[in-house]
């Protein structure tokens, strides 16, 4: 055979092993092979991901605003209790995240997007079921806020997967769209339930109306109290893209043999994914219980106990109870625990997607509460915190901006660490977050001490914004730093492990700042968190910018 002919022969062979569902031949760091073959497979992975992990996101995020309606709508628990099922839902997303760092080596990006996209179906139906009965015990409430961590968890399998089809020189990019028009789930979710709630989206299968007691609000303005409200449209609307994008999943994703060699077929991919998910289940619910107070726990330990012991029983779980090739996956990927870079990496995405999320799901009902009430001294000049204030701005009308900025910023730092160095760029953000949260806390302190809290309204929301858009940008540049340091095979689930660990921001800030606003102390909340920023300023220096660092970046 002559050389042409084999070369001939060889470009259908070279096809077939870069196309179909499992796709056998990767080199994205090949020019050649990328431009042929590779680029146009990996980003329609990418367009097709992003929506599957907005809708995740807006899944795990929707109790921050589920509850300021609850709030409005006379629900019968104390803000202490909404509180917590903001955080529920944050714990359980961060929990989730561990396993998921895993799933793609072990079952495959897209039988693992596929699935996880799936499995939102689950908790968008029963919360929509469970808003309609606000006579139904608390734990019925929190269950559903624990189950919609799925959602949370789908972000560590998502960044894991597409990292895997890029060349390195463009990972910040597209980690960067990902994760950043991902992260609009948020902001997706806050402005489509305040709109669907206000409309009889399914008629009589959706169940009837209740009445607002409190005024609430979407983008457009204020919704006067006596409005009829559809609060279970909140879980049931997401129905309409999760159907369709999970059928797009299926038919139009691959799985790269490369980086999953040992799949072992669809459904055995399926299983290995609800076998550990479900594992996740077991730690974050038993520290829930001896987390939560009585009556739906048991409040023998702080916040700060119960975290570690879930994060450290979901690893032993993880590895206790994995078989066969999982078992070998797993610990083949657990080496990640023994590189420094891997922890200091996790703290300074605590930083950025911590704070993004953090805020996001404890913002709403903290412009409630601080904004929406007239703080007033009683005739013993002890600070009251019950008047309702007439002038109150709405949460579900200002709330979505933040991390709308923080999303739309976030493929900004991507791009702009690809260019200068991804370290370089978390420094000047920390540094940005040191300032902002200290700012906010002072404007804090102003506001739950006046009678005319609105007055701070404005500046309070200026700074969060930066706050948001510093932690975006951040988010783009720890990434690419990762992408750096690391290589093809740890970097996913060096990805999946800082992103797990960083979502616990949202179990932190809504705890932290609910304790505080209980305190009536709100602005200790921001002045914590403006103290760890500064820390992890200097952590950030120390490893990768001062002269002698062992990785310099740049």
Partial sequence: ????????????????????????????????????????????????????????????????IITVQMLNLGFPFTQAELFTLTAIAGLAGATMRIP??????????????????????????????????????????????????????NFASSMSNISTFFPKRLQGTALGLNAGLGNFGVTTMQIVIPLVMTLSLFGGFAGE??????DSGWILGKIVAGTPTWI???GFAWLLSLIPLSALCFFGMNNLKTVSPAIGGTIPAFLKIIWLYTLSFVPAGIGLYLYLPKPTGLGLLNMWIAMPL?????????????????KENITKQFAIFS?????????????TFGSFIGFSMALPLAITVIFGISHVPDASGVMQHALKNPNAPSALTFAWIGPFVGALIRPVGGWVSDKVGGSIVTQIISAVMVAASA?????MLLAYKSATPEEYFLLFMVLFIVLFAASGIGNGSTFRTIGVIFDRQQAGPVLGWTSAIAAYGAFIAPVVIGAQIKAGTPENAMYGFAIFYALC???????YLRRGAEIKNP
């Fill in 439 to 443: 700012g906010v806390g002072y404007v």
């Fill in 232 to 234: 279970q449209n909140a």
């Fill in 339 to 351: 590189n420094k870079h891997t922890w200091s990496l996790t703290l300074l995405y605590i930083v």
């Fill in 1 to 64: 055979m002559s050389t042409k002919s084999a070369a001939s022969a060889a470009i259908p062979a070279l096809q077939s092993r870069s196309s179909g569902v499992d796709i056998t031949d990767w080199r994205p760091e090949d020019e050649q092979f990328w431009e042929s073959t590779g680029k146009r497979i990996a980003y329609r992975n990418l367009w097709i991901s992003v929506p599957s992990l907005l809708c995740g996101f807006a899944v795990w995020g929707m109790w921050g």
């Fill in 310 to 326: 879930i994060v450290a029983s979901t690893l032993l779980v993880l590895k206790l109870t994995a078989f066969g090739t999982m």
């Fill in 100 to 153: 998921a760092s895993f799933l793609i080596r072990l079952a495959g990006g897209r039988n693992t997007i596929f699935l996880t996209t799936s499995m939102l179906l689950a908790p968008a139906i029963g919360t929509g079921i469970v808003l309609q009965h606000p006579e139904w015990p608390l734990w019925s409430f929190q269950l559903m806020a624990l189950w919609c961590g799925v959602g949370g968890g």
């Fill in 537 to 543: 300023l200097v952590l950030n220096w120390w490893f």
């Fill in 209 to 214: 109306s209740t009445t607002l007691v409190k």
